[in-house]
T-cell receptor, first 114, second 115 residues
């Protein structure tokens, strides 16, 4: 089955600093990848998704992710962190045999310091 | 309308109670999902409905009973739950089709506490 690994369960950055959240996938064929954000006591919101049309994907709230096949990675970045970015971030991949089934990474909690 | 709604927002129940969680969407999505999420963990898939038929059951205990009365509505009936079932229950929906790029839209969740 497909899987994603998120390195770093907690990431802390200062406001205005670069945000880098890591996601590596396990697949021998191009995966279908998604990044979601979850604020406390809320549901998940889609930030962006990889559709194979472009390796650099731009999402909402200034986030973007770059698909790197050679590194089997889909890391999420934002040039300048804002206090409102503090949340839990999940990388996910959809199953090849059943596109309705998602496999989520373990999540990374982003803390933004003033 | 691009949202998934869930009711109630919070639910406290005893182990002998019967209760139901409700989820609704009006985006024309034909796939609907129930997830369970424990604190500091990713969502765990419980059930998937595709065109109002149960297509995936991730070996969920029978004390959880899903129902999809129509294409817009999804229920989760709860009976004889255990304290370890306390969690955030998330509903989601997506377009049903052959595209692998269909994202899932999540509701805000129901915070369930079993006493």
């Amino acid at each position: 089955a497909q899987s994603v690994t998120q390195l770093g369960s907690h990431v802390s950055v200062s406001e205005g600093a670069l945000v880098l959240l890591r996601c590596n996938y396990s697949s021998s064929v191009p995966p279908y990848l998604f990044w979601y954000v979850q604020y406390p006591n809320q549901g998940l919101q889609l930030l962006l998704k990889y559709t194979s049309a472009a390796t650099l994907v731009k999402g909402i709230n200034g986030f973007e992710a770059e698909f790197k096949k050679s590194e089997t990675s889909f890391h999420l970045t934002k040039p300048s962190a804002h206090m409102s970015d503090a949340a839990e971030y999940f990388c996910a991949v959809s199953d090849f045999d059943n596109f309705n089934k998602f496999y989520f990474g373990s999540g990374t909690k982003l803390n933004v310091k003033p | 309308d691009t949202e998934v709604t869930q009711t109630p927002k919070h639910l406290v129940m005893g182990m002998t109670n019967k209760k139901s969680l409700k989820c609704e969407q009006h985006m024309g999505h034909r796939a609907m999902y129930w997830y369970k999420q424990k604190a500091k963990k990713p969502p765990e898939l419980m059930f998937v409905y595709s065109y109002e038929k149960l297509s995936i059951n991730e070996s969920v205990p029978s004390r959880f009973s899903p129902e999809c009365p129509n294409s817009s509505l999804l229920n989760l009936h709860l009976h004889a739950l255990q304290p370890e079932d306390s969690a955030l229950y998330l509903c989601a929906s997506s377009l049903q089709g052959s595209s692998p790029y269909n994202e899932q839209f999540f509701g805000p969740g129901t915070r369930l506490t079993v006493l």
